[in-house]
């Protein structure tokens, strides 16, 4: 299995990306995906997932209204649109691979089997 995040970089705050992850090694389009972030002196902060066929999406509330996750299961392509980013949004931010079909909302990594090696998101004027 592997997990390739692109599209990070430093934005200013109000500006917007779009993360991209590419997954291989595995049935994509049998599994829930999900990103999640890590910031300094900050603990990990799931912020979004996505249904297996792309029908049911959930949002942390720090970022619903400003982030929409999508996927593309032809590609095998997982994305994350990010808008009216904050400095509060500076992270690494990482998809992650659900064990299963649906999205779960959590606070631990334990939902997860498989991680990309995160990509760093930087929100300063």
């Known amino acids: 299995v592997q997990l390739v995040e692109s599209g990070g970089g430093l934005v200013q705050p109000g500006g917007s990306l779009r993360l991209s992850c590419a997954a291989s090694g595995f049935t994509f389009s049998s599994y829930a995906m999900s990103w999640v972030r890590q910031a300094p002196e900050k603990g990990f902060e799931w912020i979004s997932g996505i249904s297996s066929g792309g029908g049911s999406t959930d949002y942390a509330d720090s970022v619903k209204g400003r982030f929409a996750i999508s996927r593309d299961n032809a590609k095998n392509t997982l994305y994350l649109q990010m808008n009216s980013l904050k400095p509060e949004d500076t992270a690494v931010y990482y998809c992650?691979?659900?064990?299963?079909?649906?999205?779960?909302?959590?606070?631990?990594?334990?939902?997860?089997?498989?991680w990309g090696q995160g990509i760093q998101v930087t929100v300063s004027s």
């Open positions: 992650a691979k659900y064990r299963g079909p649906y999205v779960l909302r959590t606070t631990t990594r334990g939902e997860f089997d498989f």
